[in-house]
């Protein structure tokens, strides 16, 4: 029977993922899902490509991913950060970012996505509209999946652990952040995502065999809260001028 790790938002964190990736194989993991949004961030982008290739993991591509190889030269002069990620990686990591798949069906049962099924830009599960993620109703979510019917479906992007059962008996997972617990956006409405831990997050899915018919009696779905060094990505975000990300990590608040 095959153990799913399921991971996301990494944001160029090698600490977190090295401890998220041994705590997964202290649970008896043998296959781990990347949700996207691996290399970007001001930690350690080249490190967490090259540890990512140790896993062989299923992997789909994030709004981030695509970001890094679209740049164009004035985003890269505006944006510190983006220059040190295009100069430490060098080009075999954008071919590896661009051959990504958007989404994946991953088995029978697990279809898996970025953001939705149709953008890698909006959160399928929350509605951040009064500046905070509130999840969104039952048909919303729905209507978003656009008639992917797979019984489990997985997603990212948000940085918020969710486990959120559809009237349709789908269940949706986001794993939350491997890399960063908290961050502040301004679009599509000014917004701050905080889990309130510098704890990474991550998921677990193991399927019974011969379960009941409903989804959430054939699955064990498992949440999981792992510490690291959090010092260590603090120092790589201090050394990059990135005050923002020292409190997020350090925090899990923006």
Avoid at 29 to 39: A, C, E, H, M, P
Avoid at 191 to 211: D, F, P, R, W
Wanted: aromatic share 8%.
């Amino acid at each position: 029977m095959t153990k799913f790790a399921v991971l996301s938002d990494i944001h160029s964190n090698v600490f977190a993922l090295d401890a998220v990736v041994n705590h997964a194989k202290s649970q008896g993991v043998t296959q781990f899902i990347n949700l996207g949004d691996i290399l970007y961030g001001p930690i350690a982008p080249k490190e967490t490509y090259q540890y990512l290739f140790t896993l062989n993991a299923i992997t789909i591509s994030g709004n981030q991913d695509r970001q890094i190889y679209q740049a164009t030269p004035e985003e890269i002069e505006s944006n510190p950060t983006m220059a040190f990620i295009l100069d430490e990686l060098g080009q075999a990591p954008l071919e590896w970012m661009k051959q990504l798949p958007f989404d994946l069906q991953i088995t029978n049962d697990i279809y898996a996505c970025h953001g939705t099924p149709t953008s890698d830009l909006v959160y399928l599960l929350d509605n951040i509209e009064s500046g905070k993620p509130e999840v969104r109703a039952d048909q919303e979510i729905i209507a978003l999946l656009g008639g992917i019917s797979s019984p489990m479906i997985l997603c990212g992007h948000t940085h918020m652990p969710r486990c959120v059962e559809l009237s349709t008996g789908q269940m949706v997972i986001n794993p939350g952040s491997v890399g960063l617990q908290a961050y502040r956006d301004e679009e599509p409405v000014i917004h701050a995502m905080q889990n309130y831990s510098s704890q990474a997050s991550y998921v677990t899915l193991s399927k019974h065999i011969g379960g009941e018919r409903h989804v959430g009696d054939k699955w064990d779905i498992a949440f999981h809260r792992v510490s690291y060094d959090v010092s260590q990505a603090i120092d790589a975000a201090q050394q990059r001028g990135r005050t923002d990300w020292v409190q997020c990590l350090r925090t899990g608040r923006c």
